[in-house]
């Protein structure tokens, strides 16, 4: 089995339920519609993963906006007198419910920072119960894109969020799935840790500005992760739509060490041909896809990797081996920060 093989395996394994899909797609409609009938808006937008066909499994939320007619509102945002929307979405949420809960009953409806969370509280058969994100924006006066609010920290963001779905899914067919592909396999890569380095939306972004031929998947995401590790070292990723600022990394070398170390298992995949044994062992070595691939390890030697990975602690044996959390005896080993390394300087 060769790489392109083994990689189109695991990009099968993470892709989302259609049914699931579809569901995800109804239930944002539905709160689309609700929010719609607000006497102040001026219209919906859908938003996020699922509009942009980045979703993989399980299907857990979808997002979307209602932009508020600001000429209703002129004290709103940093284009009126600064005021957040926190009766606004008061509003909303009290408009809202009484519609949904006809169709959804046990639905719930909560603010989060930047507007509303519905929870439907209606699992599926496959036990996902996807969610709905409403955010509560103003369109911007003599800039493109959206204000949206963050309660948490009381101000206004500037963000372009159908903008973003407009590039991502641009392009001749070949392209988009070519981009779709690669950025679902680098997130399902990233989620594998307990602490990705990096956001989804940042991958998307990489994926955007690298991918831009239709190619095999083992190409494809070989440079997708070459081109993510060079750039994220020199520089934080910008904001597609030009409107954000550039998008935040918890963690800078480990994103970029993560990334090399992916690219350089890609690349030895390929090189491998069709020595299955190889392509396993590389693929499946902790930090690439070790998660996705059935691994080779002895269940001792399995759990020692879950441990690094989850950041947990792993010990020295009386018998000199490696072992998961601590026993009697052991001597502890003191950090197991996953790909630490020379500190990247921030951007």
Not at 38 to 66: E, I, Q, W
Not at 99 to 116: A, D, I, N, W
Not at 240 to 264: C, E, M, Q, Y
Not at 289 to 302: H, Q, R, V
Request: aromatic content about 6%.
């Amino acid at each position: 089995m060769d790489a392109l093989t083994t990689l189109e395996i695991i990009r099968r394994g993470v892709a989302a339920d259609p049914s699931s899909l579809k569901e995800a797609r109804e239930r944002l409609s539905v709160v689309c519609a609700a929010a719609q009938v607000h006497p102040d808006a001026l219209r919906t937008y859908r938003s996020g993963s699922l509009a942009s066909k980045f979703t993989n499994r399980p299907v857990a939320d979808a997002d979307g906006g209602l932009v508020i007619d600001r000429r209703k509102h002129p004290s709103l945002g940093p284009d009126g007198a600064g005021e957040l929307p926190r009766r606004l979405v008061d509003d909303v949420h009290r408009l809202i419910r009484p519609q949904l809960v006809r169709q959804y009953p046990r639905v719930r409806v909560e603010t989060m920072k930047r507007g509303l969370l519905v929870r439907f509280n209606n699992p599926l058969p496959s036990g996902e119960d996807p969610t709905v994100d409403l955010v509560v924006a103003l369109n911007r006066v003599d800039a493109p894109g959206l204000w949206i609010p963050n309660l948490d920290q009381n101000r206004w963001d500037p963000s372009h969020p159908e903008r973003h779905v407009e590039l991502f899914t641009a392009g001749w067919p070949d392209l988009r799935h070519t981009r779709q592909h690669v950025v679902r396999v680098a997130k399902a890569q990233a989620k594998q840790f307990s602490h990705p380095a990096v956001c989804s939306f940042n991958i998307a972004a990489l994926a955007w500005e690298c991918i831009e031929l239709a190619e095999p998947l083992d190409r494809a995401l070989l440079r997708f992760y070459e081109y993510a590790a060079s750039s994220l070292a020199q520089h934080l990723t910008k904001d597609p739509a030009g409107v954000s600022a550039p998008i935040k990394v918890s963690d800078r070398n480990l994103a970029v060490t993560r990334f090399r170390r992916v690219a350089d298992a890609i690349a030895l995949a390929i090189d491998a041909g069709d020595d299955s044994e190889k392509v396993h062992d590389v693929l499946a070595a902790f930090g690439v896809f070790w998660k996705l691939i059935p691994s080779s390890l002895t269940p001792e030697a399995a759990a020692v990797h879950e441990a690094i990975a989850s950041g947990g602690s792993v010990s020295i044996a009386t018998s000199g081996t490696l072992v998961a959390g601590t026993t009697a005896g052991s001597t502890p080993v003191k950090s197991t920060r996953s790909y630490g390394g020379r500190r990247v300087p921030a951007a």
